[in-house]
């Protein structure tokens, strides 16, 4: 039972997701997102991300009078390297984005995982489960003597 509270788990929370373009003026606290800079703005931010950061990609914690304030977990450089962050809050001016994504939950797609999860739990377990004896079993109620 253990087990398939943990599959299930795991799966719920193995979800697929999509970054959208930002319909909204700002995104709602706590949001993850992918704020992709200017050229300008990679140049000028390099001492604070690193140099050729292309995306900045993070939980949204506010804005200041700095600009956008991301948590960030990752950076995506220019070449295409993804570079992991443990977090730290980075102040991203507005006129240094150039876009704006928000990341969302893609239904389809995670419905389509926990399915696929779900069919291969029960298959494992029908497959743990079966009798792969080749004797009938007796229908005798007699119990063996002693001796």
């Known amino acids: 039972m253990r087990t398939t509270v943990v599959i299930a788990t795991a799966c719920l929370t193995a979800g697929c997701y999509n970054y959208n ?3 909204t003026p700002n995104p709602e606290a706590r949001t993850y997102i992918a704020a992709r800079l200017t050229d300008s703005g990679s140049e000028d931010l390099a001492r604070y991300l ?3 950061v292309f995306v900045v990609r993070g939980r949204y914690v506010g804005e200041d009078d700095r600009g956008l304030l991301v948590a960030v977990s990752s950076v995506e450089m220019k070449r295409g390297d993804e570079v992991s962050w443990a977090g730290e809050t980075v102040a991203l001016p507005a006129s240094y984005i150039a876009s704006l ?3 969302r939950l893609a ?3 995670s419905a389509l995982l926990v399915g696929v999860g779900v069919t291969g739990l029960v298959a494992t377990a ?3 489960t079966l009798n792969g004896s080749s004797s009938p079993i007796s229908s ?4 063996p003597t002693k001796q």
């Open 21 to 23: 373009p930002l319909t």
């Open 107 to 109: 239904k389809g797609r």
């Open 140 to 143: 005798s109620s007699k119990r």
């Open 101 to 103: 994504e928000v990341r």
């Open 126 to 128: 029908a497959a743990l």
């Open 50 to 52: 690193g140099p050729g």
